[in-house]
């Protein structure tokens, strides 16, 4: 397990997060903290602002309003140390199908600045780690999706991230690749004691492999806490006796989504910058 | 960062992790400020020539133009004798133009690639490293220079086996060499700034069809620029492909050439290009 340094704060703190794309307001003062080694996942449905926030979170975009720190670091401040301490999985599959395996890891040691002496053996561990050594000298254009999902964790993995960001990692994949996507990230957790931020809408994946929550509607969060704790509250709002089954998540961000959020006017706002995020994705 | 290296993890014995993973806890010192653009410029030419190592379509493909060129239009403008060549055989006087030419061509798809890139989250995943812009844009220019370096080979091979009367002095060879590079990386630019600008793949297509024309023809690559109207002579003169034909022609030829004021033209315009592209890359993050 790493050494805790001298910021003994949280892995991300945003505070007022703002982003606005023309009109829109993707994020809307999001306050967000994030505890070293957790995993804690963002939800919300396409067009929440969760992609705007991670953005804002890995220096991709600036931070217009607000304040967001990553150990310590302002994101806005010194954009290379912050990126220093990320290992970033963006929603495409993104690993370069020309490549190998082992080449679309090696990128990443180099844009690291991993000497060479331990590049090679530092490669052939992210790869080990998820499970791609046998297919690591084969292009990665020949990878089944959930294997190109692990071959971005390995490219992550492979600098030694103290956080890291995955946006929508099941997007796309079967049950099964899902759920072995999932267990990468949990072996890897378990054995580096990193700290994972994750967005999903998928609430049952959240509900399974997250330690805390936050769901987003509107560019906020408008609900935080572990799944149980969420899914007790609501249990308890409803006055449900003990012996019904408790309430999904799914239920619960129909509660809150429900609770005279802006209602009319949300959904023609989710289709204008899932639309966005469409076009940006391309 | 300030982290301790920490010990290899006991527990990693029995983990399924037949190489271990102990070097995946300690994250990599950075390196000194200088030494940083070096290393991204080798990581990107790396890619770059790993990829052309996988997969030699493009090369074998790109050579069939330039082929053409010197055989089909150097061979008949060779018998035609129509443009003043001060004495050397037209297919010699062209070969530096279409060396020229086809790192251009290269050198301009990288605008599309890195729009490609960002579509494919790529380009954002790259951007969430310790690699400033400039950086990946300078890194990506000289990638550009090391494939036409490649091709520049190829057509190179071809002029001699036409039987163009070519140097062989290596340090001519050298300088040959930088002056692709140099120009690849600023046609690279030029075309990784306008994708900056216009954000979007088939704009950029029309973009990139409508000026790699116009800095071929507009340049000294087929015809000197004596026997250029006046106006054209002017375009010819700011268009840096000249000064990369004119320097490839002296080098290669041995005909009069001015290499300080190419290499100056080409150096400045590289460094301006890098400078333009890396100030739009954020566009494209968005």
Redesign the interface.
């Known amino acids: 397990m790493t050494a805790t340094t001298r910021d003994t704060g949280d892995a991300v703190a945003c505070t007022g997060l703002a982003y606005a794309f023309g009109e829109t307001n993707a994020v809307d003062g999001l306050d967000l903290t994030v505890r070293e080694g957790e995993v804690f996942g963002l939800l919300g449905p396409n067009g929440a602002g969760k992609t705007t926030a991670i953005r804002c979170i890995t220096t991709l975009l600036p931070v217009p309003a607000g304040m967001v720190r990553v150990f310590g670091q302002d994101a806005a401040g010194d954009r290379m140390a912050v990126r220093r301490l990320l290992g970033y999985v963006p929603q495409q599959l993104s690993a370069d199908a020309s490549l190998t395996g082992r080449e679309n890891v090696s990128l990443f040691a180099r844009v690291f600045d991993v000497p060479r002496r331990e590049r090679a053996a530092r490669v052939g561990q992210a790869l080990g780690a998820v499970g791609l050594t046998d297919a690591a000298d084969r292009l990665a254009g020949t990878y089944s999706g959930g294997m190109v999902r692990r071959l971005e964790l390995a490219q992550a993995l492979v600098s030694a991230p103290r956080l890291l960001i995955l946006d929508e990692p099941t997007i796309g994949l079967d049950p099964i690749a899902r759920t072995g996507v999932w267990e990468h990230i949990g072996a890897v957790r378990a054995a580096t004691g990193m700290t994972v931020l994750v967005t999903t809408h998928y609430m049952d994946e959240a509900d399974q492999y997250c330690d805390r929550v936050g769901l987003m509607h509107h560019g906020r969060i408008r609900a935080l806490g572990t799944p149980a704790e969420l899914r007790q509250g609501l249990s308890e709002r409803r006055g449900a006796e003990a012996t019904d089954p408790l309430p999904t998540l799914e239920d619960v961000f129909r509660d809150i989504a429900g609770s005279g959020l802006e209602t009319s006017s949300g959904d023609f706002r989710d289709v204008r910058s899932t639309r966005r995020t469409a076009r940006r994705v391309g | 960062?300030?982290?301790?290296p920490?010990a290899p993890?006991a527990?990693?014995a029995e983990?399924?992790?037949?190489?271990?993973?102990?070097?995946?806890?300690?994250?990599?010192?950075?390196?000194a400020g200088w030494r940083?653009l070096p290393?991204?410029v080798?990581?990107m030419c790396?890619?770059e020539l790993?990829?052309l190592r996988?997969?030699r379509t493009e090369l074998y493909t790109r050579a069939v133009q330039p082929a053409l060129w010197l055989l089909i239009f150097g061979q008949t403008f060779t018998r035609l004798k129509a443009i003043p060549t001060d004495g050397i055989p037209y297919i010699d006087y062209l070969a530096p133009g279409i060396i020229a030419q086809s790192a251009m061509f290269i050198a301009i798809f990288y605008g599309i690639q890195i729009i490609w890139e960002?579509?494919?989250?790529?380009l954002?995943?790259?951007?969430?490293?310790?690699?400033?812009r400039s950086a990946l844009i300078t890194g990506k220019a000289f990638a550009a220079g090391v494939k036409s370096l490649i091709q520049a080979v190829v057509v190179i091979v071809i002029a001699a086996l036409l039987g163009v009367a070519l140097t062989w002095n290596p340090l001519k060879l050298l300088g040959v060499g930088a002056v692709v590079v140099l120009g690849s990386a600023f046609f690279a630019c030029l075309s990784m700034t306008i994708a900056g600008i216009v954000l979007n793949r088939d704009r950029l297509m029309g973009f990139g069809q409508a000026i790699t024309m116009p800095l071929f023809f507009g340049s000294n690559a087929l015809y000197p620029l004596s026997v250029m109207p006046g106006w054209l002579q002017a375009v010819s003169k700011a268009n840096p492909l000249s000064y990369q034909v004119d320097a490839l022609r002296g080098l290669l030829l041995g005909t009069p050439a001015h290499l300080a004021l190419d290499f100056a033209v080409l150096l400045v315009a590289a460094a301006l290009g890098i400078t333009a592209a890396s100030s739009v890359l954020g566009r494209l993050?968005?």
Not at chain 2, 15 to 30: A, F, K, S, T
Not at chain 2, 124 to 132: F, Q
Request: aromatic share 0%; no cysteine.
């Open positions: 960062m300030s982290e301790a920490a993890p527990a990693s983990r399924p992790h037949p190489d271990g993973i102990d070097l995946l806890l300690r994250p990599p010192e950075p390196r940083l290393a991204r080798v990581a790396a890619v790993q990829k996988h997969d960002r579509d494919a989250g790529v954002n995943k790259l951007l969430v490293t310790p690699t400033p993050a968005r």
